[in-house]
């Protein structure tokens, strides 16, 4: 089984900051047809996962270009350039070959 | 728009079943494979069960496989999880989810509790 290991699993950010959250696989996330099926979900407190990005750097209708998405192979980063409060939340990596997710990663406000 | 509403869950003895539904608007679901994801209390996401636009192919995970049984009905709109011999490690928010690599849109989701 691939493993998704997110890190850290808890990101205290100040309001206006960056932060950034990493995701690793256990093994290459390119797949036959050549794409890279590594998305990003936000998960705020009390409501169902919201995708922000797929196939590692696309962001989805309406989420803020604050948001980011990069990487290649096992190495995958989330960055939100100026976090807002309603950026609190949990945040999961997830490969979409075998599918498995990331331990998620919860942001806070310093 | 787009949306799924999931629907069945509830509190169940353990060694019992339950038949969770997802009703799906706003795009053609016949075209489409779809998951269910569970969540429970306090948890991570993790992957239940994927099947095909067609039904085609099923499959799941290693801890529900032999209990759980994923359906759909394309000419309903709706995809099923039939869940038996259900364990209290199954207690969680189910969800389902659109497209075999898309996870998008995702429901609300339905919580089953597994207790005596």
């Known amino acids: 089984d691939v493993v998704m290991t997110q890190s850290p699993l808890s990101l205290p950010v100040t309001l206006g900051q960056p932060a950034s959250i990493s995701c690793r696989s256990s093994?290459?996330?390119?797949?036959?047809?050549?794409?890279?099926?590594l998305n990003w979900f936000q998960q705020r407190p009390g409501q169902s996962p919201r995708r922000l990005i797929y196939k590692v750097s696309n962001r989805d209708s309406g989420v803020p270009d604050r948001f980011s998405g990069s990487g290649s192979g096992t190495d995958f980063t989330l960055k939100i350039s100026r976090v807002e409060a309603e950026d609190v939340g949990i945040y999961y990596c997830?490969?979409?070959?075998?599918?498995?997710f990331g331990q998620g990663t919860r942001l806070e406000i310093k | 728009q787009v949306q799924l509403v999931e629907s069945g869950g509830g509190v169940v003895q353990p060694g019992g079943s339950l038949r969770l539904s997802c009703a799906a608007s706003g795009f053609t679901f016949s075209t489409y494979g779809m998951h269910w994801v569970r969540q429970a209390p306090g948890k991570g996401l993790e992957w239940v069960a994927f099947i095909r636009y067609n039904g085609s192919s099923k499959y799941y995970a290693d801890s529900v496989k032999g209990r759980f049984t994923i359906s759909r009905d394309n000419s309903k709109n709706t995809l099923y999880l039939q869940m038996n011999s259900l364990r209290t490690e199954d207690t969680a928010v189910y969800y389902c989810a659109k497209g075999r690599s898309d996870f998008d849109p995702w429901g609300q989701g339905t919580l089953v509790t597994v207790s005596s």
């Open positions: 093994q290459s996330l390119v797949y036959s047809d050549g794409n890279t099926y």
């Open positions: 997830m490969q979409g070959t075998s599918i498995t």
